[in-house]
């Protein structure tokens, strides 16, 4: 039985008045973290074994003698067997006895079980439970269809190979690498086929996955990822937020466009279909003529998602879009969470985020002050699923 927001918004009665802001040791942690100690409260970051140096050595808080933090911004770190082990009841028990409020990135939808997130993680979630599925793509209730519903243009789908009528993306997780992406483009049945059939033998694709992998026009343009805020303690009219825009680094997507054409060509036929493993962000800006649509995209998605998964969209989210060659936004990924690019902006805040805040304003420091402000209004049980 899925978890009830007013079983999970219980459990605060039993919190301290000062909790704990704890995000999984991956992605956007360190952001998350940086943003906890900037508020004013203590970070926690849930790693697994063999992964915890960065935040257990490098990045772990150091202290003066009155106590004042010195250097570094993670006050704490848990290490498991394995990243799903937080979800074992005694561990579910020893984050609710920290009062841990849990700042959901990727590493937490994709380590546990959505259903285990869904129906049995009994400690407050600080953003969208319910939303967290739609990322899935093979879920019939997912981001495509929330988007298309929200009236939000996104990449037209192809329903078959031989439908292929120009260049498409196809898009199917990494046979070993389950979190990593196994897409490739093709312009033609043929060109499907083949590389297909290519990447099966190479192992980065599975045949399985193929059958039930989503294909989509490949819109040419540039990427722009909009890191926006949601607040439902604002007002409706002053709820959203955009706070800045970050590119992925892919590889060896990026290394193969940086070859002239003729270097390509000389390459391995195995090496010529690159592989989009994100390795890496940077940040960007847009051009203002364009705000006005990216902010109408944020607030059909913002509408859609409290009809589709009420209380919906709660704190940070991701739009990753393609602006065509007439500036056209085209959404074809969505984070209902906080993005995994967040960190090109810890500390110095984000562009938009600091004109609007005129103080630093990342992602993780938007989510810690959402929740001092929560705690100050009595208004806690609003923010968390």
């Not at 956007?28 to 409260?41: H, K, L, N, Y």
């Not at 937490?108 to 953003?127: A, F, I, K, M, Q």
């Not at 800045?244 to 390509?264: I, M, Y």
């Not at 390459?267 to 960007?284: D, K, M």
Request: neutral net charge; proline residues 6%; hydrophobic residues 40%.
């Amino acid at each position: 039985m899925a978890l009830g927001t007013a079983e999970i918004r219980g459990l605060l009665d039993s919190y301290p008045s000062r909790p704990t802001v704890a995000a999984v040791g991956s992605h956007s942690a360190i952001d998350i973290a940086d943003g906890a100690v900037s508020e004013g409260f203590p970070s926690l970051v849930l790693a697994q074994a063999g992964r915890e140096t960065t935040y257990a050595r490098y990045f772990r808080t150091l202290r003066a003698a009155d106590g004042t933090r010195r250097r570094g911004c993670v006050d704490e770190v848990w290490t498991y067997p394995k990243f799903a082990d937080l979800a074992l009841p005694p561990e579910q028990e020893r984050l609710r006895s920290r009062g841990a409020l849990l700042v959901p990135n990727r590493a937490l939808s994709s380590y546990l079980p959505l259903t285990v997130l869904e129906d049995e993680l009994r400690v407050p979630l600080v953003g969208s439970r319910a939303l967290l599925r739609i990322e899935e793509r093979s879920e019939r209730e997912n981001y495509y269809t929330l988007l298309e519903r929200a009236g939000v243009r996104a990449p037209r789908r192809v329903k078959d190979p031989s439908a292929i009528d120009g260049l498409v993306m196809v898009k199917l997780p990494h046979a070993q690498r389950r979190l990593e992406r196994g897409f490739f483009t093709a312009a033609s049945e043929a060109e499907y086929r083949a590389k297909s059939e290519a990447l099966i033998a190479r192992g980065t694709v599975d045949p399985l996955d193929l059958k039930a992998a989503r294909i989509e026009e490949y819109v040419l343009g540039p990427v722009f990822n909009f890191n926006f805020f949601f607040s439902p303690l604002a007002e409706r009219s002053e709820g959203l937020e955009l706070l800045g825009v970050d590119e992925r680094r892919e590889s060896d997507l990026d290394g193969l466009v940086r070859l002239p054409a003729p270097q390509q060509l000389s390459l391995p036929e195995a090496s010529r279909i690159p592989q989009y493993t994100v390795v890496g962000h940077g940040t960007l800006t847009v051009r203002e003529s364009t705000l006005e649509e990216v902010f109408a995209l944020g607030e059909k998605f913002v509408d859609e998602s409290r009809r589709t998964a009420p209380p919906g969209i709660v704190g940070p989210f991701c739009l990753q879009t393609c602006l065509d060659r007439d500036g056209r936004p085209s959404v074809f990924d969505v984070a209902a969470r906080i993005g995994g690019g967040t960190n090109v902006h810890l500390s110095l805040g984000h562009p938009y985020g600091n004109a609007l805040w005129r103080t630093p304003m990342s992602s993780g420091r938007r989510v810690a002050l959402e929740i001092r402000r929560a705690l100050e209004e009595g208004r806690l049980s609003e923010i968390v699923t």
